[in-house]
């Protein structure tokens, strides 16, 4: 069990590893994603989607394509992945891998 030392570390690591927004092109999101256009260009380390999902995981270059089943462009998804912004709302993701051109969904 993380003690109060790792937690500080985990946050200052957050702090340190998450990137700028350079442009409004760019977009943080609740769920722990940096997007340019709907393409994933970072995830925030310790954030929802850090982790392992059935043997998905999140990468950079991964193209978010449907946010709780409604198809999204970059002009939509901020205010599609922002939703109500409850803590602890799940939300489901279909994302294009770059590795392999397949969609798949995600629930965080």
Do not use: W
Request: proline share 6%.
């Amino acid at each position: 069990m993380p003690g109060p030392d790792t937690e500080a570390l985990i946050e200052r690591l957050r702090l340190l590893h998450t990137p700028k927004l350079a442009s409004t092109a760019s977009y943080q999101s609740t769920v722990g994603l940096v997007v340019e256009g709907c393409q994933v260009s970072a995830i925030v380390p310790g954030g929802p989607l850090d982790k392992d999902f059935r043997g998905v995981t999140v990468q950079p270059g991964d193209v978010v394509v449907m946010v709780d089943q409604k198809t999204v462009t970059s002009e939509t998804l901020p205010s599609t992945l922002r939703g109500s912004d409850q803590i602890g709302s799940l939300v489901s993701l279909t994302l294009r891998k770059k590795a392999t051109g397949k969609n798949v969904e995600i629930v965080a």
